[in-house]
């Protein structure tokens, strides 16, 4: 069994693209599926998911080993990442190389292009001109962007975020 924390991590990813890849925002069709107001839907169910979307809280874990070989390959393939983060963020990217130190075929790590900064704190937006520019970039092909704070959140007001 994975460590439960890069187990995490991965699936997560695995999460976050599958669920940006449908518009069916996390539905099934299966009544049932225990799928909180959230939209979080328990995977220990049996779920049948809608335009192949996943979503998923913590405790889907468990089920990491069950995730098939070629979702892995389907993430690789058609996915590109623009990730920018400070010190909080970087445990994405140290559980993604954790698991493909475990197994460089099944969980290489896929292509992301990151940036060392973070959502800032008090309605700071610097974030936006850096995701324009990159997105604006020639040859840009990204088709995931994703940011996360450091400590931004701890002391930040609801209207600072």
């Given at each position: 069994?994975k460590?439960?924390?890069?187990?995490?991590?991965?699936?997560?990813?695995?999460?976050?693209?599958?669920?940006?890849?449908?518009?069916?925002?996390?539905?099934?069709?299966d009544?049932?599926?225990?799928?909180?107001?959230?939209?979080?839907?328990?995977?220990?169910?049996?779920?049948?998911?809608?335009?192949?979307?996943?979503?998923?809280?913590?405790?889907?874990?468990?089920?990491?080993?069950?995730?098939?070989?070629?979702t892995?390959d389907?993430?690789r393939?058609?996915?590109?990442?623009?990730?920018?983060?400070?010190?909080?963020?970087?445990?994405?990217?140290?559980?993604?190389?954790?698991?493909?130190?475990?197994?460089?075929?099944?969980?290489?790590?896929p292509?992301?292009?990151?940036?060392?900064?973070?959502?800032?704190?008090?309605?700071?937006?610097?974030?936006?001109?850096?995701?324009?520019?990159?997105?604006?970039?020639?040859?840009?092909?990204?088709?995931?962007?994703?940011?996360?704070?450091?400590g931004?959140c701890?002391?930040?007001?609801?209207?600072?975020?």
């Amino acid at each position: 069994m994975k460590d439960t924390a890069v187990a995490s991590l991965i699936l997560a990813g695995v999460i976050l693209v599958l669920g940006c890849g449908g518009g069916g925002g996390g539905s099934t069709q299966d009544a049932s599926v225990d799928q909180a107001a959230d939209g979080i839907v328990d995977l220990t169910a049996e779920t049948t998911p809608v335009d192949g979307a996943i979503v998923a809280d913590h405790a889907a874990v468990a089920a990491f080993d069950s995730i098939p070989p070629s979702t892995f390959d389907q993430i690789r393939s058609n996915y590109r990442f623009f990730y920018g983060h400070t010190s909080h963020g970087s445990q994405i990217m140290t559980g993604l190389d954790m698991l493909s130190g475990e197994d460089s075929m099944l969980y290489a790590v896929p292509d992301f292009d990151e940036v060392s900064d973070d959502l800032g704190h008090t309605g700071d937006v610097s974030w936006v001109p850096i995701t324009e520019d990159r997105l604006d970039e020639a040859g840009s092909d990204y088709n995931v962007v994703m940011w996360s704070w450091c400590g931004g959140c701890s002391d930040n007001t609801e209207e600072g975020i």
